[in-house]
């Protein structure tokens, strides 16, 4: 016979068991569950940082010279815009590839006035003489940085003064040597063939490159009156020197003239009347709204913005500012107004 109690008690330890192996799952599965949930939770949001949203800076230096002697300043002329408009408060840093020559003075503490500009006078020292590269670097919260290269700025060693006491023994020395050697035949043959023919020769050479440089920069200022010393050399491929020394013979011969325009100075023909317009800096933006209505007489504010790739409200915005310097006149045709370049300007 079978002992009802003892199969009782297995029974019972039987079901226990049961009770506890599902009690253990479920467990399981709500923890699962809630790690899952978490995670998805986590994934959903995570924030994420859109750095193409960021506005570029546009940043532009102008200077009227990149030639100095050691111990001599430039002056820089920093513009900031973004899509055109000037931005005041950037920060604007000048770094050099020979820090340890270079002084830097920033006025405005280095930021941006309301008009975006900024003035930064740059001192170098050598002893040797060298050529200096400049990187300048705009920078505002929220923005992306702009950039600007300036390359092959020469610094001359500083001038040698000799006392008068060594510059009279040289003097002297130098004439009685030039008398012994002048009184002889060869001597006479010997002077002239070494100094006054190759001058003669470098002169005449000098003459002829003189000319065809100079008429090339006097014809480019004929067909493009007003336009300044930067855009010039850039646009004839001349070094600083030789630009300075020919606009400078060309006034003072009288075929040109200049005029002062804010930090630019610009250069005409001597029978050109100066427009009455001056001081008047442009964006490269409305340079393009500029050059599109040159090319397309009486586009419309829509054609121009389509043309140019930006909003109707920028280009309303510019159209109203080139208006107001003359630039630009507007007439309504239906119920379109369309813009065409002002007879003055």
């Known amino acids: 016979m079978s002992n009802p109690t003892a199969s009782g008690e297995t029974e019972g330890y039987t079901l226990t068991a049961g009770l506890t192996l599902l009690a253990i799952t479920l467990v399981l599965l709500a923890s699962i569950g ?22 570029n800076l546009d940043l532009a230096v102008s200077y009227e010279s990149l030639h100095l002697k050691s111990g001599g300043s430039l002056i820089f002329f920093v513009t900031v815009t973004e899509s055109g408009f000037p931005i005041s408060n950037s920060s604007v840093t000048f770094i050099s590839d020979h820090f340890d020559s270079c002084i830097f003075e920033y006025e405005n503490g280095g930021f941006t006035d309301s008009d975006g500009r900024a003035t930064v006078r740059m001192t170098a020292y050598t002893e040797n003489g060298m050529i200096l ?64 023919l190759p001058l003669y020769s470098r002169l005449k050479k000098d003459d ?19 336009e300044h010393y930067n855009h010039i050399k850039t646009s004839l491929e001349v070094t600083n020197g030789t630009l300075s020394h020919h606009l400078r013979a060309l006034e ?17 023909a001597t029978d050109m009347k100066i427009p009455r317009t001056k ?3 442009l ?37 109203s500012l080139l208006k107001r310097l003359g630039i630009l006149d507007s007439s309504r045709e239906g119920v379109r107004k369309k813009y065409y370049i002002a007879a003055e300007a």
């Open 34 to 55: 809630l790690i899952t949930g978490k995670a998805d939770a986590a994934h959903m949001f995570t924030p994420t940082t859109d750095i193409s949203a960021q506005k």
């Open 133 to 196: 590269n400049l990187t300048v670097k705009a920078a505002l919260e929220g923005h992306m940085p702009g950039y600007y290269e300036i390359s092959e700025i020469t610094v001359e060693p500083p001038t040698i003064i000799i006392n008068n006491e060594r510059i009279s023994y040289i003097s002297i020395t130098g004439i009685v040597t030039f008398i012994i050697i002048a009184s002889t035949e060869a001597g006479k043959y010997g002077i002239f063939k070494t100094f006054f």
């Open 208 to 226: 002829l490159l003189d000319h065809f440089v100079r008429g090339q920069i006097y014809g480019y200022i004929m067909s493009h009156p007003g």
């Open 252 to 268: 003072l011969q009288g075929y040109i003239k200049s005029q002062r325009d804010g930090t630019y100075k610009r250069f005409y």
């Open 279 to 281: 001081g008047i800096k």
């Open 283 to 319: 964006s490269d933006l409305q340079i393009g709204i500029i050059d599109a209505i040159r090319q397309s007489p009486g586009l419309s504010q829509k054609e121009i913005a389509r043309r140019e790739g930006i909003s109707q409200q920028t280009v309303s915005y510019n159209l």
